[in-house]
Structures are given as C-alpha cells and as structure tokens.
C-alpha cells in the first residue's frame, strides 16, 4: 500500500510514550482477544458523559495511562478521557475489523457510506463529532469493512487541534479516491 494511505506517524497526534498506532493496536488486540465479551459489550454501550464502566477504567489503567495517552489534569484531562470513551466505543462496536494501514476514507467508501454522512462527519465537532462516530462506526461494522482504528482515533483526540484540519482531509481524500473508483 503506498505511503499516503498510511497515518502519518507525529508528535502531535501521538502519545508521549511509544507509536500511537501500537497503542491502538494493542487496544484494538485487547478488545479482539484479551477482554471478556462482557467487558466488550459494557464498552460499546459506554457514553462520553458517563465513562462508569470498570472496563473503560481497566484499560486506562493497563494501555492509556502507561503510554501516557491521558496528560493533564481537570479540564484537559477530562476531555481526553471523553475522548477516548468515543474511541473505545467505536473499537468495542468495530471488534476483529481494525487492520492497520487501511484508511478509515477508504473504509467508509467500502462500508458504503453516503457523502452526506461522511461530509456531516468531517464538519462535526464535540458532541456533534461523538454522535457522527457513533453512527459511522456503526455502519462501518455492519458492513464488515476494515479499518485502521488509529486513524479513528486521530479524528477524535484532533477535533479542536492544531492538527485537525489536516486529519481530516486525509479522511476526506481517501473516501473520495475509494468512493469513484
């Protein structure tokens, strides 16, 4: 696969410690392998405003805080925390489809996708963003497409960044380069 399908690997989208996309690999391996199907399904139910679940904490505690996924505290931190509940819920609904390497554009092509949600999702932001998540995602593991979940998970931890505008568009060029061809 050439290289501008790949996320681009920086410090600003990437925890302190260790690649961002092995952080969501060994999430992605967690969810996939490691949890109980309990666990899995208390993930997929989880709501940014109500991160009450153990199995939500239990990989805070093994995966984000080690790699120091969640910096911060108070305000910063809380919204980290919101923002990987939209994360790990998202994975928890998409089990077993994450492969690295494949555009998350690519994968709303694949999972057939209408422009209008797409477009919804690249404009969305804060709650807006966590319901457009929501609903992709959901439509991305009906579909059975496989996906990158790094590159999910950029779109989330980028909204209000620097960076955002630039994730974004390589979502946005992907999904047009697979939705035409």
């Given at each position: 696969?050439?290289?501008?399908?790949?996320?681009?690997?920086?410090?600003?989208?990437?925890?302190?410690?260790?690649?961002?996309?092995?952080?969501?690999?060994?999430?992605?391996?967690?969810?996939?392998?490691?949890?109980?199907?309990?666990?899995?399904?208390?993930?997929?139910?989880?709501?940014?405003?109500?991160?009450?679940?153990?199995?939500?904490?239990?990989?805070?505690?093994?995966?984000?805080?080690?790699?120091?996924?969640?910096?911060?505290?108070?305000?910063?931190?809380?919204?980290?925390?919101?923002?990987?509940?939209?994360?790990?819920?998202?994975?928890?609904?998409?089990?077993?489809?994450?492969?690295?390497?494949v555009p998350l554009g690519r994968a709303?092509?694949?999972?057939?996708?209408?422009?209008?949600?797409?477009?919804?999702?690249?404009?969305?932001?804060?709650?807006?963003?966590?319901?457009?998540?929501?609903?992709?995602?959901?439509q991305i593991a009906t579909s059975g497409?496989?996906?990158?979940?790094?590159?999910?998970?950029?779109?989330?931890?980028?909204?209000?960044?620097?960076?955002?505008?630039?994730?974004?568009?390589?979502?946005?060029?992907?999904?047009?380069?697979?939705?035409?061809?």
């Amino acid at each position: 696969m050439p290289a501008t399908d790949a996320a681009p690997e920086s410090d600003a989208t990437e925890p302190r410690s260790g690649s961002f996309r092995s952080l969501v690999g060994a999430l992605a391996h967690d969810i996939d392998e490691i949890l109980p199907s309990g666990d899995v399904a208390e993930l997929r139910r989880m709501r940014p405003d109500d991160p009450g679940s153990a199995a939500f904490w239990k990989l805070v505690a093994a995966r984000l805080e080690p790699r120091e996924a969640l910096v911060g505290d108070g305000q910063l931190r809380e919204r980290l925390e919101r923002q990987w509940v939209v994360i790990l819920a998202a994975m928890a609904m998409l089990q077993g489809l994450h492969r690295p390497g494949v555009p998350l554009g690519r994968a709303l092509a694949d999972a057939g996708v209408a422009e209008q949600r797409v477009l919804r999702l690249l404009r969305a932001h804060d709650d807006a963003l966590e319901d457009a998540v929501r609903v992709t995602t959901h439509q991305i593991a009906t579909s059975g497409a496989r996906l990158d979940a790094s590159e999910l998970a950029l779109l989330v931890l980028s909204d209000g960044r620097s960076d955002e505008e630039t994730v974004r568009r390589r979502v946005a060029r992907h999904y047009y380069r697979h939705a035409t061809t």
